[in-house]
């Protein structure tokens, strides 16, 4: 059973290109679905920035005040019950 969080491939939205995708997966041409894709970025820097957001909110929290804590707790329920 596929994991729910994966999202099914893109497919083209033009429909030439779509006529063409459908027909290389049906004669088994198309590139496997969990081929790696190159984005153009740097893998090093990619696990450095989610090193760092993994570490961000915990690290910010513990530095701040108890007080400002509480400030910015109701700032944020302020923000989302004005909606």
Do not use: F
Not at 39 to 55: C, H, I, M, T, W
């Amino acid at each position: 059973m596929p994991n729910r969080s994966s999202k099914p491939p893109k497919r083209p939205r033009d429909m030439n290109q779509l006529a063409k995708a459908i027909v290389d997966i049906s004669i088994g041409e198309a590139p496997p679905d969990d081929a790696p894709v190159d984005d153009g970025k740097n893998p090093a820097a990619v696990a450095l920035g989610r090193l760092g957001g993994l570490k961000g909110g915990k690290a910010r929290a513990k530095k701040l005040s108890k007080k400002r804590l509480s400030e910015i707790a109701k700032k944020a329920a302020a923000a989302r019950w004005k909606r």
